[in-house]
């Protein structure tokens, strides 16, 4: 069973930047699909970026350029760089695995089976 505990959310000014950290534990590395979602209230998750166990990574339009995914094998932890953020990024982020996903890797919230419990980012004008 695989566990996901976020953090690294905040509050920073628009142009700002933050890193979110996702550990994961009954994690073995290379058996999992990994992906970073993200949820604003009344509105349905979207996806942000997903990346398959090759490494191969899917960046969604909006973040292209500006966020990366990675990964840290020894520490067993996921992360997302975020840059340049803008105060359209404001959402709950979400961490995510499943066993097995599509390729490319677009992250689509109904295929996967593990979730995080979220880290707030708020980017303010």
């Known amino acids: 069973q695989v566990q996901l505990v976020e953090s690294g959310g905040g509050s920073v000014q628009s142009g700002g930047s933050l890193t979110l950290s996702c550990a994961m534990s009954?994690?073995?590395?290379?058996?999992?699909?990994l992906a970073w979602f993200r949820q604003v209230p009344g509105k349905q998750r979207e996806g942000v970026v997903g990346m398959n166990n090759d490494g191969s990574t899917f960046y969604m339009g909006s973040v292209k350029g500006r966020f990366t995914i990675s990964q840290d094998h020894a520490k067993n932890t996921l992360y997302l760089q975020m840059n340049s953020l803008k105060p359209e990024d404001t959402a709950m982020y979400y961490c995510a695995a499943v066993d097995r996903c599509r390729k490319p890797p677009i992250p689509y919230d109904d295929e996967y089976k593990y979730w995080g419990q979220g880290t707030q980012v708020t980017v303010s004008s």
């Open positions: 009954g994690y073995t590395y290379g058996s999992y699909c």
